[in-house]
């Protein structure tokens, strides 16, 4: 015979024989078999089959039940007194092991217990060996330009400098060109006559010269770059001179050179012929003069 019990498994009795039991339930059907006595709790409701140890008692929900003997018998069970407690039978083979009961509930949560003291402090740790150098990173991409910031707060005033050394003294500059001619001052007024002046004593008679004749001759040179020069024979004397200019142009300068030459300088015309330094004298031409005397 075959009895079920709780989770698929299955309990097979062979040669069933005679059924030893003690059941509380009215209408209990057993079989047993030759093939060895089993110990079994089944519970009142659901039937569901305990197989255990001979010395392991059924809970108070559970029939007790002993299977085995020869033979093969169906026997039917009432209920009926109960019998005096038999002796405790020899040790059973260790039964399979039933299934994990359902978790429980979980626990309350104890009480927080003490702080524990502090412990002692570690010792210090020996020092780690060298890591192996790092591989080069690749560069990063260049970051965006940062916005403008924003203008600084003016700064105070800085202290006033100590005084600079004296500058050397510069070099002295090139002369200057000739200035224009100014213009004509206006005529003085004529002063008050002057006194009588008393008269002089008479001069010796003077010695009698030897006769001298002199002899005046001109000499002339053109010029075309604004000015020109002329002299006269070596040993004679300048006495005047003169100029001609070509086309436009106004004397600067005409005076002596020297002793025995004559000197003209030129420019241009410019505004209304009215010559001006800025003119330059580039291209004027003429001729200059010079009077000479010389002994004859």
Request: aromatic fraction near 4%; glycine fraction near 24%.
């Amino acid at each position: 015979m075959a009895i079920k019990i709780r989770g698929g498994r299955t309990l097979t009795l062979a040669t069933v024989g005679a059924l030893a039991v003690s059941l509380l339930a009215v209408g209990g059907v057993a079989t047993a078999s030759s093939a060895g006595e089993v110990y079994a709790c089944v519970h009142k409701k659901s039937r569901y089959v305990r197989i255990l140890n001979p010395t392991t008692p059924c809970k108070k929900t559970e029939i007790r039940m002993v299977i085995g003997g020869g033979g093969q018998s169906t026997t039917t069970i009432t209920e009926g007194t109960k019998g005096d407690t038999g002796p405790q039978g020899p040790k059973g083979d260790t039964g399979l092991q039933g299934r994990q009961g359902f978790p429980g509930k979980n626990g309350k949560n104890g009480k927080d217990g003490l702080p524990g003291k502090d412990g002692l402090p570690g010792k210090n740790g020996t020092d780690g060996k060298d890591g192996l150098p790092g591989k080069n990173g690749t560069d990063g991409v260049d970051g965006k330009d940062g916005k403008d910031g924003l203008p600084g707060k003016v700064g105070a005033d800085g202290k006033d400098g100590k005084d600079g050394l004296n500058g050397k003294d510069g070099k002295d500059g090139a002369d200057g060109k000739n200035g224009l001619p100014g213009k004509d001052g206006a005529d003085g007024k004529n002063g008050k006559d002057g006194l009588p002046g008393k008269d002089g004593k008479d001069g010796k008679d003077g010695v009698d010269g030897k006769g001298i004749t002199y002899t005046t001759y001109t000499r002339s040179n053109s010029f075309s770059s604004g000015s020109g020069s002329v002299s006269c024979t070596s040993g004679d004397v300048a006495t005047g001179g003169g100029f001609s200019i070509n086309g436009g142009g106004n004397v600067t300068s005409s005076a002596p050179n020297g002793g025995s030459g004559w000197s003209v300088t030129a420019v241009k015309d410019d505004n209304n012929n009215v010559a001006t330094q800025s003119s330059g004298n580039h291209g004027v031409s003429g001729t200059v003069y010079v009077v000479c005397l010389k002994k004859s």
